[in-house]
């Protein structure tokens, strides 16, 4: 369902191509002929699409671990602090415990769209109290991997919520969108002889250029689940498995 909202704004953008085609065959608007600077064109936005592709894919590959780190931290935390309540029952660390479930389900709910980031950072707060109280119960060294677990954290959200909030630079964006607008605007103003190199050439060059711009914007947020038209978004499923046992821990008994 995801990929037919992408397919959706494909056919937005090229419907009014084709149709813009036809109207300047009909009406003899084909003032352009083929040249070797036409294709200098396309190979100067072939190199836009390859840089802003290249740039995003290195965002989205440090993007796809992000789901296992933050399952890895959390079941850090969570064993620490059932390893403490564990050693010495009088420190009761339930509360930072049920505070770190709330984590779990915040982060699942932030990827979804329905958690903000400020909402994460009030959690990781009040999970940082809560150690703090326990700071008489527990030995410097523990104490000490708990708080590097939630420096973790806190560091993680924020460079995620980067990764989602702030595109890949935007002037490229601009150059490499504006480009492909030129490209398209002289595949219809160029004067071709029948319908299949119509086809063809307005077709095939027109697609992809367009649609590689569009997969490279829906990559520049791999944090999209939330978005319709969002496909292609990392796998959860590293936290999404490891949920439970951060949500409802086993005791020591199994």
Known sequence: ???????????????????????AMARGWEVLEPTPLFAGLITSNVFLIGFLFNGVLVDYKESEKCPAQLAEILLSLVAELQALGWARPEAEPAAALATVAQLGQGFLGWFQ??????????????????????????????????????????????RMETIRSIPFVPTVYWLSATSTTLLCAGLVLTHMEDWVEIFFYLGSIAFLMVFILLMIWDLDNPFGHGEFSSCENISLAPL????????????HEG
């Open 1 to 23: 369902m995801r990929r037919l909202g992408m397919l959706l704004k494909l056919a937005l953008v090229l419907l009014p191509v084709a149709a813009l085609k036809a109207l």
């Open 113 to 158: 769209g329905t958690t903000r980031a400020d909402e994460l950072l009030d959690r990781i707060d009040r999970l940082n109290a809560e150690l703090a109280q326990l700071r008489h119960s527990c030995e410097s060294p523990c104490m000490a991997r708990l708080l590097q677990e939630l420096a973790a954290l806190r560091g993680l959200l924020l």
């Open 240 to 251: 999404e498995r490891t949920l439970p046992r951060i949500t409802h821990p086993r005791d």
